[in-house]
């Protein structure tokens, strides 16, 4: 598990100097958002963003280590550009005490939570009150239900998850890292959800 594993040039350990790789502060026109990715262990949030960034799936990437981190740009219908820079978590139990050094200042939370699995759905729901509790108050947080091509073994059904979100402020999405369904979608939608700085001209 772990599919940005298999592209190193671009993966880091560890939050020292938050931006690797980046330059320049954000302006009205160019965002640069800090995005952490949250879930349970073999969620597949390593292949969400494997599949956003390269559009790739790997069915065979191994366990995320301690965070790795991606950024990729996009550009919006009003000729702005949001850049993520991403930190994708390791979901194993052993790495939990490093989360905070990896949602700490981040503007977007994105918990996820593999829809064949109720244990996954609790852990989500763990490190939202984790985030309500210890991240930034303006947070924007998205709710992912993952695997969403698996749909004869789902057991959280959309509702819960929907019903879950709205209560916690936050919307919902249910993806597929493995068709690429509603990737490019849950990122746009965090993009409309942005807080927007003041122009400057
Ligand atoms: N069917 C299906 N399998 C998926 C999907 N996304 C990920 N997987 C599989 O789920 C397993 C775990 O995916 P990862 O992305 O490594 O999970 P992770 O959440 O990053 O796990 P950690 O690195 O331990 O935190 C892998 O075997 C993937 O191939 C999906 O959308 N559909």
Not at 67 to 88: C, G, M, N, R, Y
Not at 115 to 133: C, N, R
């Amino acid at each position: 598990m772990g599919c940005a594993s298999s592209a190193p040039d671009r993966t880091t350990r560890g939050p020292n100097g938050l931006n690797p790789g980046t330059e320049g502060p954000s302006d009205a026109k160019n965002l640069k958002v800090k995005l952490v990715l949250l879930g349970d262990s073999g969620v597949g949030k390593s292949c969400i963003v494997l599949r956003f960034v390269r559009g790739q799936f790997d069915p065979t990437s191994k366990v995320t280590v301690g965070a790795s981190f991606l950024s990729q740009t996009i550009a919006l219908q009003d000729s702005t550009t949001v850049k993520f820079e991403i930190w994708d978590t390791a979901g194993q139990e052993r790495y939990a005490a490093l989360a905070p050094l990896y949602y700490r200042g981040a503007a977007v939370a994105v918990v996820v939570y593999d829809l064949t699995s109720p244990e996954s759905f609790t852990k989500a729901q763990y490190w939202v009150k984790e985030l309500q509790k210890h991240g930034s108050p303006d947070i924007v947080m998205a709710l992912v239900g993952n695997k969403a091509d698996l749909l004869d073994r789902r057991e959280i059904p959309a509702e819960e998850g929907i019903e879950y979100a709205e209560k916690n402020g936050m919307f919902y999405i249910e993806t597929s890292a493995k068709t690429a369904d509603n990737i490019n979608q849950l990122f746009e939608e965090i993009a409309k959800r942005l807080p927007r700085p003041e122009s400057s001209s």
